[in-house]
């Protein structure tokens, strides 16, 4: 019998079956990719990088793996990304652990033996005490159903699922429908080679610089000979990385000076604009002039004043939906052969066998690009036929949204532990500082278990409920549920509108789990 399976081969099930391993206990990896990588493995499209620095986004478990690994970037691109991943799985030799090309079907808790069964789409049947997702929380891609979506005779893609063979796209006239991360990182790739790209934008986005440059070896030298204090502090951070936070409210510093700040942060680039000030993301005000700021940033490069007044958003508060991170994605639109259609008034009406229609004009191409997002934090796990106690699903469970203690443990769902599951501060953080956060309090838990001979821990209705409500107020003192926004389920149709990760911050949200795990698991049942 198995101690474990987990679900997913990305950073968060590769850390884990890493940490069970030293701790003794066996496990098996279900993937179905055909390699390690998760996030990195899909997402091949071009242009495709992360939006968190290089020295930033890596594993800090290995102190021999993070001094000799080196990066070229300060963002790093996908295929390097990739090929950490790689190195990783070589390196701590996981592969022989890991079953690639098998998706996870269902996973039921089996009441008399105190035991999951983990079906997969291979016909395999597997037992074993403990099950964890490590499913990721933007994994599971979706194309809206457009009319006719599968009518097209050309080549399509979804930027989420992208081939493994480089795609050209020159000569081609191409679709690109969405204007989200994925879209503005690689419209401008595609735009290079196209004849003609054709932008469907339902939102405008904000979006910042990144100023990718090659990474400044004064720099990796600098934070590798103090890595573990770099690592510690974003660990207590907010976010999982450390920025320059001011402790200044935006409407209490003189104008010249609040443009000056932002001045100095988008010459900076990425995602470190919304800690100008402290009260960005929750005083509508403050954020007016931040979105201010940036709209006359969009309309001072795109030439076009009809096509800049398109691309400025105007309705949502800035960094309410991800603030995304590009390279010339609005000077992409001073190109000839790029053309925006606004499909917000008139939403597509259909894909035909030649292109897209949008108020009775068919726009003809030879390729879509759906860079139209995912099924966020809930849809990679409710993909999975999920039954705890008494063979309750996990579908009915979260009909009204997500409910979870701490983002980590569902009750009625014993021994089942979800890395960065919806409730904790996952995708609104470095998600590796979050990956490893949860990993390894997972396997303190799991050891703490054996210890003390305990078979089951199960979170109790009644903390769980008490996380929900304080998850959601918190998220309710910002301005982040003023947007309609994957955060809120919101660009799933039918999906419940919760404010899904938890925003008291990774610092903070790590000392609630550790003072959880310090009592003996407040709010978990243990079981003999
Ligand atoms: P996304 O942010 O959800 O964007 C999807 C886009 O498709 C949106 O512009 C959306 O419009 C549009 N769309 C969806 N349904 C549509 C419809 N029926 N008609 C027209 N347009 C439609 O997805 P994503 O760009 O893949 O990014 C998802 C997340 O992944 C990001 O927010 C980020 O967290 C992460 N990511 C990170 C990076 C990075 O590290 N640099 C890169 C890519 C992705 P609406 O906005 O109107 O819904």
């Given at each position: 019998m198995l101690d474990a399976v987990i679900v997913g081969a990305g950073f968060a099930g590769m850390y884990m079956l890493h940490r069970l391993?030293?701790?003794?206990?066996t496990a098996r990896v279900f993937e179905a990719g055909t390699g390690v990588g998760g996030t990195w493995y899909w997402n091949r499209y071009p242009g495709a990088r992360c939006d968190v620095e290089s020295m930033d986004y890596s594993y800090?478990?290995?102190?021999?793996?993070?001094?000799?690994?080196?990066?070229?970037?300060?963002?790093?691109?996908?295929?390097?990304?990739?090929r950490y991943a790689n190195h990783v799985a070589d390196r701590f030799d996981l592969r022989r652990d890991i079953q690639f090309g098998t998706r996870v079907t269902a996973?039921?808790?089996?009441?008399?033996?105190?035991?999951?069964?983990?079906?997969?789409?291979?016909?395999?049947?597997?037992?074993?005490?403990?099950c964890i997702m490590a499913t990721g929380c933007l994994s599971d891609a979706q194309v809206p159903a457009f009319p006719g979506r599968d009518s097209f005779a050309g080549r399509s893609f979804h930027t989420g699922r992208w081939p493994h063979e480089p795609v050209d796209f020159t000569g081609r006239r191409v679709a690109v429908i969405g204007t989200g991360s994925s879209a503005i990182q690689s419209i401008p790739l595609i735009a290079r080679q196209a004849a003609h790209v054709f932008v469907f934008q339902r939102t405008p986005n904000y979006s910042m610089p990144a100023h990718n440059a090659p990474l400044d070896p004064e720099y990796e030298r600098s934070v590798k000979g103090r890595y573990a204090e770099f690592r510690r502090q974003a660990r207590e951070s907010r976010v999982g990385f450390v920025?320059?936070?001011?402790?200044d409210s935006a409407m209490t510093v003189p104008d010249e000076a609040r443009e000056r700040e932002y001045e100095t942060r988008w010459n900076r680039g990425g995602l470190g604009f919304s800690a100008a000030y402290t009260d960005l993301l929750t005083s509508r005000e403050a954020n007016d002039t931040a979105a201010r700021f940036?709209?006359?940033?969009?309309?001072a490069i795109v030439r076009d004043p009809a096509v800049a007044d398109l691309l400025c958003p105007k309705d949502y508060p800035l960094g309410t939906k991800r603030l995304c991170v590009d390279t010339d994605y609005y000077a992409t639109f001073n190109r000839d052969s790029v053309t925006l259609i606004d499909v917000r008034k008139d939403p597509i009406e259909a894909i035909t066998p030649t292109g897209v229609r949008v108020a009775g004009v068919e726009y003809a191409v030879d390729d879509i690009v759906f860079a139209t997002g995912f099924?966020?934090?809930?849809?990679?796990?409710?993909?999975?036929?999920?039954r705890g106690r008494a063979d309750r699903r996990l579908a009915v469970e979260w009909t009204g949204g997500p409910r979870t203690y701490l983002g980590l443990a569902i009750a009625g769902f014993p021994n089942l532990f979800a890395i960065t599951g919806p409730g904790s501060p996952s995708v609104l953080s470095n998600m590796i500082v979050s990956i490893e956060q949860h990993v390894d309090w997972i396997a303190d838990c799991m050891a703490y278990l054996r210890a003390h001979r305990l078979a089951t821990i199960e979170a109790t209705s009644?903390?769980?409920?008490?996380?929900?409500?304080?998850?959601?107020?918190v998220g309710h003192t910002t301005?982040?549920?003023?947007a309609p926004s994957w955060y809120m389920g919101a660009n799933i149709p039918g999906k419940p509108r919760v404010f899904m990760p938890y925003i008291g911050g990774v610092g903070l949200y790590r000392q609630k789990c550790d003072e959880v795990a310090a009592k003996g698991y407040e709010g978990f049942a243990l079981g003999a």
């Open positions: 391993r030293g701790l003794g206990l800090s478990f290995s102190e021999e793996l993070q001094q000799e690994w080196r990066w070229t970037e300060r963002y790093s691109a996908q295929p390097e990304i990739l996973a039921i808790w089996d009441e008399r033996a105190g035991t999951w069964t983990v079906g997969t789409d291979r016909g395999d049947s597997v037992p074993a005490r403990f920025t320059e936070r001011s402790g940036f709209r006359e940033k969009i309309r099924d966020a934090m809930t849809g990679a796990l409710l993909d999975i036929d999920i009644a903390a769980q409920e008490a996380w929900v409500q304080h998850v959601n107020e301005l982040y549920p003023l």
